[in-house]
Nanobody, 119 residues
Framework: QVQLVESGGGLVQPGGSLRLSCAAS????????MGWYRQAPGKERELVAS???????NYADSVKGRSTISRDNAKNTMYLQMNSLKPEDTAVYYC?????????????WGQGTQVTVSS
């Protein structure tokens, strides 16, 4: 069974940094695009950043210049380095992956990790 597990969330002061990780496990043949989404209370889930299998990245305007998405294909792991964090970055951050496993190609979501930016 495929699982995506996020880690690295927490409480950080404005201007601080966090590094989120998303590890995919299970009988995975290949991982295509991966991405980070976030959902703040009362708001819809939104894309934060994405990365293709070839390493092409895309960022939401709200985090562009402050965040870096990367992946380690050998470890089936994706990262999101977030700097200069703002209170409006507070949300639950979800990992998403388009991958191929023994059951075929489909999309998976992680359980989410809370990021709180507050003094």
């Amino acid at each position: 069974q495929v699982q995506l597990v996020e880690s690295g969330g927490g409480l950080v002061q404005p201007g601080g940094s966090l590094r989120l990780s998303c590890a995919a496990s299970g009988r995975i043949f290949s991982i295509n695009a991966m991405g980070w989404y976030r959902q703040a209370p009362g708001k819809e889930r939104e894309l934060v950043a994405s990365i293709t299998g070839g390493g092409t990245t895309n960022y939401a305007d709200s985090v562009k210049g402050r965040s870096t998405i990367s992946r380690d294909n050998a470890k089936n792991t994706m990262y999101l380095q977030m700097n200069s964090l703002k209170p409006e970055d507070t949300a639950v951050y979800y990992c998403h992956a388009d991958l191929t496993s023994v059951t075929g190609r489909t999309y998976y979501w992680g359980q989410g990790t809370q990021v709180t930016v507050s003094s």
